[in-house]
């Protein structure tokens, strides 16, 4: 469980979170949606204490990132929208590295692993060097990196980005898995159809602030708009937000 209180950030003269207050549920799905620039993946990297905030509380778990970075690092999984493979390292070796940073034993990382394969259908290419992996591929070892440990609450920024069909029907599948086992997810994602299929809550930020939280049915009635798009749209103020 994630809960947020009165968040703020700044790059200079720059304010890039302006007080934003929100929770994240076990056993569900909460979409983090807005703009480019609004303010989302600066969201994120404070809550993996990436990025210290400047004003606000944070607890993940029940833990403080600016008081116990390590404990967090341990309690979440994360996947972010650069990936971050090492591509001298196969597959199978970018995952093992990751359970071991986590204090794994041999034995049970050989054994999650196997379990991690079979689960995301990695068998063709778990001992091949990352390097030209396709982006279906790179996300699967981004996700069972990620999940080695066990983490109760993960974070994915922008997963589907650059997925075909299949691929994206796979993760989908997978992260409605982590909701039915209990876990916490928070999805940033630009992809509407993504944010019907998946969450439960959708939390839209802009110009660093939340314009709405809610189910998608609320920001429908909210908005008064058909489409989620459209309420999207709607709710972030104007049609220019969009090339923020």
């Not at 001992?127 to 109760?152: C, W, Y």
């Not at 069909?165 to 999805?187: C, E, F």
């Amino acid at each position: 469980m994630i809960k947020v209180k009165n968040l703020h950030k700044s790059f200079g003269k720059i304010k890039a979170v302006r007080g934003i207050s929100f929770e994240v549920h076990d056993g569900e799905i909460t979409g983090l949606l807005g703009p480019n620039g609004a303010g989302k993946t600066t969201t994120l990297r404070m809550l993996y204490s990436l990025l210290p905030p400047d004003e606000g509380e944070i607890r993940i778990d029940g833990l403080d990132p600016a008081k116990d970075a390590m404990s967090i690092k341990r309690t979440l999984g994360v996947v972010p929208d650069s990936r971050g493979l090492y591509t001298r390292m196969s597959a199978r070796e970018n995952i093992v590295y990751y359970g071991e940073l986590h204090g794994m034993s041999c034995k049970d990382i050989n054994t999650r692993v196997e379990e991690l394969v079979g689960t995301l259908d990695m068998t063709d290419f778990i001992d091949r060097r990352t390097e030209g992996f396709s982006q279906g591929q790179r996300v699967k070892v981004a996700i069972a990196r990620a999940m080695v440990h066990k983490p109760q609450t993960v974070m994915l920024d922008e997963p589907s980005n650059g997925l075909d069909v299949m691929s994206t029907r796979a993760l989908r599948r997978y992260i409605l898995g982590l909701k039915n086992a209990g876990h916490s997810v928070i999805l940033s994602t630009h992809i509407m159809q993504e944010v019907a299929a998946l969450c439960d809550r959708i939390i839209i930020i802009a110009d660093g602030q939340i314009a709405a939280d809610g189910s998608a049915q609320d920001l429908l009635q909210k908005s008064g708009c058909n489409t989620l798009e459209d309420a999207f749209v709607h709710l972030i103020g104007s049609e220019e937000g969009l090339l923020a």
